[in-house]
Every structure is written in structure tokens, then in C-alpha cells.
């Protein structure tokens, strides 16, 4: 991201004039402290952050919208005195979630370390984003590039109920589900798949295959969730997989009709479940193993890079979600 990117977004008609006036004194202090880099010096950060994505526009940086990475790139270069360009593990729609999004960016050094790095963000960021650890890295890393798998879940909240609280947050079905048979029709999901019958259509030649390493369906409380891993995921295809168990789970479609979707993708068609469900929960840096049995939302599962070091001391401070997703 470039410098017209930070202007260009932090100018657009009042999308940052609310954080920008809460945070005020904090990056008049910020300007007055911080001290211009010494000519030629430069690290390369890596960074985990999590964020409620109900406010944004996605992950990307897109001309005109607010999005995760305009807010990021404003804070990182007032930080830093210096433009950065953005990595990021995975794009994101608008509406989605994020609890361990990793970023990787090249600059000069803070004049606090890292921990007075991460400080600096910690006071610039809005309430919807927050950052869980700040470290160094070498030249060969990137946040996107070096990612060897993707986690994601998708909340759903079946039943006649609905629950204001969790609105933006999970998606809130009128029925109740049958689980054995979604957990059936999930099974073919493992393995290397065209998943182009799930996914949105994208460039011209783009690749839909993608190696699903295990998927899982859990009844947690009142929600049942969707968990999927994979060494790389198609545009929308998460919610697409979703939307079209969910017709698994209703009766509208039969376990045998999702597996032709995905043996078959030119056939199939797509049932596209609502972004608001749907959390990034952590990008892997080692091989996989085996999926942690645990609620991404309430235990912290994303673990830092080997090739991380110089970590801040952030991380002892607060679970994720005390940061951000129970805000």
C-alpha cells in the first residue's frame, strides 16, 4: 500500500473521522514522539491481528471503501513514519471475520522495539481491530506465500429463535438442522477437489483445485459450527460449502446430490450462505497435522510462525477474545 492508498482512504467522506477523533490525543502524541528512520534501515515485521469484519469492506484495500488494511496501513506508517506494502494471508469478503489474520510488511525500525510498535498500533486501531502479537521476521517470509494451510469456521444458529446479539455474528436459520446427514455429505469434502461448483468465478485460468485437509461439524450450545482446513481456499467457496449443507440439513438436497457438487462442479449449483457467519480463525505455517478440537472462539488456536522471532510482549496480555469478539 502506498502513500495515495493511506490518503486516499483516510480522506474518503468521513470513514475514519469517528476513530480519528476518539484517538486524537493518542496520535498527536504518537507524531510529537515518534523520530524518522535512519536512511536505509529496514526490518521485516510480521503481525497477527483479529477483527469483527461487520464495518468493512473486506480485508483487500479497494479505492473509496473502508477495509481492514486501509486502517492497518494508516497506523502502521504513522507508527513507522514510512508508507508499507501489506501482505496478507488470505482475502476476506466484506462482513467476515478474522481472529488470527497473519500480515507481513517491510520498514524501518521503531524507535520503541517491538513492543513499542505494538503499542503504537494498539492505541491508533478502532475498537473492531486489534493486533495479537507484533515480530520480526527474514526477507524470505510472507504472511501469504509462506502459508502451508487456512482454518476457517462458520457459525450457524438453527431453530425459530432468533438472538440480536449474535446477528452479525452467525447465521441465524428459521429450522432446525439435521446434523448426521451434513456431517455425511461433508466427508467427500477431504481430498484434492475442483471446487469450482462452491466458488465464485474468478480470472480467467485461475486454478479451483485446492486440497481439503479436514472438515468438521460441531454442536457447541446453541450453534452449530463448520470447520474446515485447507492449504489454500477459492474466492466464497467456505460459504458457498455452507450454504449448500445447510439445503443437506433442511432436506432440500440429499447427501448424494453435495458429493456431485463436489466430484462434478460443472453441474452444480451454488447456495451461498451470508458473510457474517464466516471466521478466519488462523493461518498455518508448519505441515498439518491434526485439527485442535476446540472452540476457536473461546480458546486462542492460532500459533506464531517458527520463523517469527523477537516477538512483542503482548502476547501474555489478553486472549483474542477479550480483544476484539467480545467487545
Not at 206 to 219: E, G, M, N, P, Q
Request: one cysteine or more; proline letters at 5%.
Amino acid at each position: 500500500m502506498t502513500r495515495s492508498h493511506h490518503a486516499s482512504e483516510a480522506g474518503q467522506g468521513g470513514l475514519f473521522d469517528e476513530e480519528i477523533a476518539l484517538a486524537s490525543e493518542a496520535l498527536e502524541v504518537e507524531m510529537q514522539n515518534s523520530e524518522a528512520a535512519p536512511a536505509g534501515a529496514a526490518l521485516h515485521y510480521a503481525a497477527s491481528i483479529s477483527y469483527v469484519g461487520t464495518g468493512y469492506h473486506g480485508i483487500a484495500y479497494q479505492a473509496g471503501q473502508r477495509t481492514v488494511v486501509g486502517v492497518l496501513g494508516v497506523a502502521i506508517e504513522r507508527a513507522l513514519r514510512q508508507p508499507v506494502d501489506i501482505v496478507v494471508a488470505g482475502r476476506t469478503d466484506a462482513g467476515v471475520h478474522a481472529l488470527d489474520q497473519v500480515i507481513s510488511f517491510t520498514g524501518p525500525p521503531h524507535k520503541g522495539g517491538i513492543d513499542g510498535l505494538y503499542q503504537s498500533l494498539a492505541r491508533q486501531l478502532p475498537d473492531d481491530v486489534s493486533v495479537n502479537w507484533v515480530g520480526l521476521t527474514d526477507q524470505s517470509f510472507s504472511a501469504r506465500h509462506s502459508a502451508k494451510y487456512r482454518h476457517y469456521l462458520y457459525r450457524i444458529l438453527p431453530g425459530a429463535e432468533r438472538d440480536a446479539l449474535s446477528s452479525d455474528r452467525s447465521w441465524q436459520v428459521p429450522f432446525d438442522l439435521d446434523l448426521p446427514a451434513m456431517r455425511s455429505a461433508s466427508y467427500v469434502l477431504i481430498g484434492e477437489h475442483d471446487f469450482a461448483g462452491f466458488s465464485k468465478k474468478g480470472p480467467e485460468g485461475a486454478s479451483t483445485i485446492r486440497r481439503v485437509f479436514d472438515a468438521r461439524l460441531s454442536k457447541r450450545g446453541r450453534f452449530v459450527d463448520f470447520e474446515i482446513w485447507a492449504n489454500a481456499f477459492c474466492h466464497q467457496m467456505v460459504r458457498g460449502i455452507v450454504g449448500t449443507l445447510v439445503e443437506v440439513g433442511r432436506g432440500k438436497c440429499s447427501a448424494s446430490s453435495f458429493a456431485s457438487s463436489v466430484l462434478y462442479p460443472s453441474g452444480a449449483k451454488r447456495l451461498l450462505a451470508p458473510p457474517g457467519g464466516l471466521y478466519l480463525v488462523e493461518v498455518g505455517y508448519g505441515e498439518f497435522s491434526r485439527a485442535k478440537d476446540l472452540d476457536p472462539l473461546l480458546f486462542p488456536v492460532g500459533e506464531v510462525p517458527n520463523s517469527v522471532y523477537a516477538i512483542s510482549s503482548c502476547l501474555g496480555r489478553k486472549s483474542r477474545p477479550e480483544q476484539v469478539l467480545n467487545r
